[in-house]
């Protein structure tokens, strides 16, 4: 067992080995001598990969293949060619496991370009509106921007939110009773506005009430309930038997209405049709109709 584990001991270490010195030998190589003049990059490019015995790779759309350089040098490792050639043009290399890798250098900013303002993004602003004094919730308060395009009203907890485009707005804060609260936003993220309001005292003008002589102006009569029958309504009244009838035409005046049809008796605002008092020149009338009450004894001629 002592065995096998030192062979597989020395096995790891001699792997090891074997990849430092080639990674060293990947790194240096033979000599490398480049005498061109108005050739190409990937030509150059490829001159030093022959001679070194390295694959170079690289991106066809990131290095300028067609740029036409002049490089002069003499037995440098494979290092110093790659410099020489790329420090130029703002490459850089890379060596990976048995081979080398080009790419650009990053481009280093030194004024930054601000971030481009996003104008369908959206954001939310929401809140709480309590009073200021006893700190209960407001419901029903409106919160809105000042261009009235975007608002919305607290809930039964006096919590609000509503979405708006990414911008500069001014929030106002209005309930009746309350001063209105007016906030500035500059929204270009998700905001909490938690507000208190202040209850607005409001004064009303006085109020004076006068008595004047003329107050009585409008009343035309103060005799309440009380119904006129002239000889002109009572010829248009329909008649019965074609007989007009004092008794019968009353049955069509408000607050009356007639037992039976033809009958004489009536019951007026409620009472019982022996409640009646009927008065014939201050003299109390009890009977006022006969023959079973079809006809009435008052003549339509006297009235």
């Known amino acids: 067992m002592r065995l096998y584990k030192g062979f597989l001991l020395i096995f ?39 001679q070194s015995g390295i694959p170079i790779s690289y991106s066809n759309q990131q290095l300028p293949l067609d740029k036409k350089i002049s490089v ?6 494979l290092e110093q060619a790659l410099t020489e050639v790329l420090k130029p043009l703002n490459l850089q290399y890379v060596f990976v496991e048995n081979q080398v890798i080009i790419k650009p250098l990053p481009v280093k900013q030194d004024n930054p370009v601000p971030p481009v303002h996003n104008e369908s993004a959206t954001y939310t602003i929401k809140g709480h509106i309590k009073d200021k004094e006893n700190g209960e919730t407001v419901v029903g308060a409106t919160v809105y921007t000042s261009d009235a395009k975007y608002g919305t ?21 209005s309930f009746v009773g309350y001063k209105s609260q007016r906030y500035d936003v500059a929204l270009n993220s998700n ?18 009430i006068t008595n004047r ?8 009569n ?31 005046m408000p607050g009356i209405k007639n037992t039976i049809d033809g009958s004489g008796n009536y019951y007026v605002r409620g009472g019982e ?12 009338v009890y009977n006022p109709s006969h023959l079973f009450g079809f006809f009435t004894c008052i003549n339509p001629e006297a009235v």
């Open 12 to 50: 790891l270490l001699n792997v090891l080995c074997r990849n430092i010195v080639l990674s060293q030998q990947v790194k240096t190589g033979p000599p490398i001598t480049l005498n061109t003049k108005n050739r190409t990059l990937n030509l150059v490019l490829k001159d030093i990969s022959d």
């Open 72 to 77: 002069s040098i003499k037995k440098a490792t």
């Open 153 to 173: 009203i607290s809930n039964n907890y006096g919590f609000f939110s509503f979405t708006l485009p990414a911008d500069k707005y001014t929030i106002v804060v």
């Open 191 to 208: 905001f909490t506005l938690n507000i208190a309001l202040e209850q607005e005292e409001m004064l009303l003008a006085p109020v004076i």
């Open 213 to 220: 002589d003329d107050s009585n102006r409008f009343v035309q």
């Open 222 to 252: 103060n005799r309440m309930g009380i119904t006129e029958m002239t000889s002109a309504k009572l010829s248009r009244m329909p008649l019965f038997f074609a007989e007009p009838d004092v008794i019968k035409a009353m049955q069509y």
């Open 273 to 284: 049709r022996d409640q009646n008092l009927i008065l014939l020149d201050d003299a109390p």
